[in-house]
């Protein structure tokens, strides 16, 4: 669980699925990163990611860690925007039978879960079926 100024410094990419997208070479990072991985630098220009991409490759979660009991089972992805980066999420709004690689999908904001008893809720992407 993140603690409270983690989750605010995450918003940008929480939020606005904001990346930085190197000066030099043009790799797209996300999150963002201080240097780059293949070139290193240091200059990075703010984008903002594509919300359309396809299932790389996906499981069925039957036994969820304590925070999501409530949600299983559910189906998490490996999914493949179309600006070539490539995040981890939920798969919603689709029933198991219909999940296969290559599927198109679109990213949504929604609720994640909430934290603790004073019930704050955190929002984050997820991934439904295009």
């Given at each position: 669980m993140?603690?409270?100024?983690?989750?605010w410094r995450e918003i940008p990419?929480?939020?606005r699925l904001e990346a930085g997208q190197c000066r030099r070479?043009?790799?797209?990072v996300f999150p963002p990163r201080l240097i780059c991985p293949r070139c290193h630098s240091r200059e990075f220009e703010t984008i903002k990611l594509a919300e359309d991409g396809k299932v790389i490759t996906?499981?069925?979660?039957?036994?969820?860690?304590?925070?999501?009991?409530?949600q299983a089972p559910y189906?998490?992805?490996?999914?493949e925007l179309d600006d070539g980066v490539k995040?981890?999420?939920?798969?919603?709004?689709?029933?198991?039978?219909?999940?296969?690689?290559?599927?198109?999908?679109r990213l949504e904001f929604r609720?994640?879960?909430?934290?603790?008893?004073a019930g704050v809720i955190q929002y984050g992407y997820k991934?439904?079926?295009?």
């Open positions: 993140p603690t409270p100024s983690r989750y990419q929480r939020y070479c043009g790799l797209i996906y499981t069925i979660i039957r036994v969820p860690p304590h925070q999501f009991v409530d189906a998490i992805g490996l999914i995040l981890l999420g939920q798969i919603v709004d689709c029933p198991f039978e219909e999940l296969r690689t290559g599927l198109r999908v609720k994640i879960m909430e934290d603790g008893e991934f439904v079926p295009a």
